[in-house]
């Protein structure tokens, strides 16, 4: 293949190369190698006279000069704009002494693979090098989907580095990233592919619209993750509502997807990738950060997803942006005027991709540092705190009774005596219940691990009449409820006392409560409705297993 002349001019005073063919996407635009721009440039330079768009013959000085078939320089004042750069591949281009260069971008992947490249802190906007749902100047047989170049040097200064990522953010398909950590003069190769996600099937547009799931807290969160009372450290807690786990991973690829306008973490969801450093802090310190907010120093820039204490932290957890990251002794500062001064050397973290981990389609592996309610999690899920430890959650789960009537009918679940009754007697109390301000109610024997964390208990009065109570908190073997009165109605040392699960008037055609899974138990369900549509008293069993379980209420017309 040859340039094709009638879409390039040369101007010999200015020393203008410029592309005059149609654009990307229109006609019939062309395309050229550096070397390919080379012989043209020379061609022309042999010439006895030049004649029309192209100023140069014999006279004029060389206008460029090859240093391998994929380094080309032009000499000044020749030279190319951003526009023309659009045209020209497999190589680079110096020019106006080394003040401005181009460097070639190969990328080996599928054909149809589309990519965005990050440059600067930011996702360059116009990516031209995706055209028509395949890359430009790709080659099928030598497994190249992209051949284009990028502008790295500008006013004799590297554009950060001259450090570039790419991207491939498809939605419905796998995602990617590969870093090049300074251009070189030539090409240089990303190696970006994706292929089908068989996680990842809902239609976009259906996804957009589960705002429902949302990042319930930003910045250091602790979560109790495998529930054994000590917390575990995050960037966030994500609820994914009343939805599945992986319809939050669905949620979290289209937050970040090519062309993403969604904003996470002050970052658009296009540019966001999760926390890349972990950078240790001492003193001097200075003010209050944000929950997260920019951070820079001398030499870099990046996003502070987390710090462990917002004014006196001894660790912080970014996503970089610019620079590099900072070594020991140097000072940081945020967007919000706080500071604090690095004591060692920065820790790299893996990049996830997308950046919430990977989806099995029931469980998610978790990205490090990405966070989940644990009332939304499973056993098959697996999160990674910012410890770098990773942490299994316990088998939370349900049991539902179906068939009420919202506003209508009484339901109470509770345990199971043995013979098909409730179990009145699960507790007794350890001391009497006398005071006029009672907070804590102490039984005998522990709390079963399987007791919700919060929910109601009945106590067995001096009138005889099991009185309801619900509670915030259940530690050992006491109950926290909200201050009661007991000073003229007590409770007397060995009283009766029992969990009731579900015990309420029906909100809705259906209500439930979660447990942590320890071990199969039967409970006992009655439902009455003695309203506007009676029916006869419903009593039954139900048991609660590794998957939960439930209870249908019969309605028997009592009318």
Known sequence: MTITAADWSVDRTTGNIRYIG????????????????????????????YSGNDQVDITDATPSERSTDNIITLMSPYNIDDA???HLYDGSIVQLGGATIYDGIVNFGNTDVQIQLIQDGAVIVDDWWNQAGVGLNASAAAGISHRFMVKVRTASADVDGRRLIGTCRRFNKTYAEFSINGTSRGNNVLALSDAADLNNVTAEATVSGWATITNT????????VNNDSTLEYFYSEWNRAALSINQLYERMKWLSRDGSVSTLYGLSGELFRGITHEIPLTTPRSGTFADFEKVTWSGGEGQMLA?????????????????V???????????????????????????????????????????????????????????????????????????????LVASEDRVLVGPENGAGGLKVDQFTLNGALTGAAVTAVVVNGAIP????????????????????????????S????????????????????FISYIDKLAAAASESFTVVYNAPRTLFVRVRDGGGTPIKTFESTGAIG??????????????
């Open 325 to 403: 990251a900072p070594g020991a002794g140097v000072l940081i500062t945020g967007t919000s005027t706080a500071t604090a001064t690095t004591s060692g050397v920065a820790t790299a973290r893996a990049v996830a991709k997308p950046f919430c981990g990977q989806s099995t389609g029931s469980a998610l592996i978790g990205a490090y540092g990405f966070g989940v309610e644990t009332a939304d999690l499973s056993n098959a899920d697996l999160l990674t705190a910012l410890n770098s430890s990773t942490y299994q959650p316990p088998n939370n789960v349900t049991f539902t009774v179906f068939g």
């Open 449 to 476: 691990s399987d007791t919700p964390a919060t929910g109601t208990i009945r106590i067995n009065r001096a009138d005889g009449l099991y009185s309801l109570h619900a509670y915030s908190a259940r530690v050992g």
């Open 217 to 224: 807290t930003s910045g250091y969160k602790g979560l109790d």
């Open 546 to 559: 590794t998957g939960g379980g439930s209870a249908t209420a019969i309605r028997t017309s009592d009318a």
């Open 22 to 49: 149609t654009d990307h996407g229109v006609g019939s635009p062309s395309y050229a190698t550096v070397i390919e721009l080379h012989r043209w440039l020379q061609d022309l330079a042999d010439d006895a006279s």
């Open 307 to 323: 710090i462990d204490s917002k004014t006196a932290g001894t660790k912080l957890w970014m996503q970089l942006l610019k620079g």
């Open 84 to 86: 023309a750069s659009e």
């Open 478 to 497: 006491t109950f926290t409820i909200s201050s009661t009165n007991f000073s003229t109605n007590n409770a007397a040392n060995g009283a009766n006392v």
